[in-house]
């Protein structure tokens, strides 16, 4: 018997229901979502999620809050990104 979703991956268990573009998109995110992540704590790509927003490392156990599909959110990528540059400039001021 042949694959029946080579083309459409995890998404083909919605078939022909809810659109071509929503199908992708859904896919595009559950992808990312049921990917090995890395522990902040231990750095093993060894997270996975257990509900919205709760990850779980199942090497060294470390439970954290993130993004619902990721986990680490976009939101918090800038932030982090931000608060970086800040403190470069903070530096570059001081040695100055």
């Known amino acids: 018997m042949t694959r029946r979703t080579k083309k459409v991956g995890i998404s083909g268990r919605l078939g ?7 199908r992708r998109l859904i896919r595009e995110i559950e992808t ?9 704590n231990c750095k ?4 996975s999620r257990k509900s919205t927003g709760i990850w779980v490392c199942s090497h060294c156990g470390t439970k954290f809050a993130g993004g619902a599909y990721l986990p ?8 982090e990104k931000r ?14």
């Open 16 to 22: 022909p229901r809810y659109g071509v573009k929503i």
């Open 32 to 40: 990312k979502e049921k990917m090995k992540h890395e522990c902040p």
């Open 44 to 47: 093993y790509e060894r997270v």
């Open 72 to 79: 680490v959110s976009t939101s918090a990528m800038k932030a």
């Open 83 to 96: 608060l970086a540059e800040l403190q470069a400039a903070k530096e570059e001021k001081k040695e100055a």
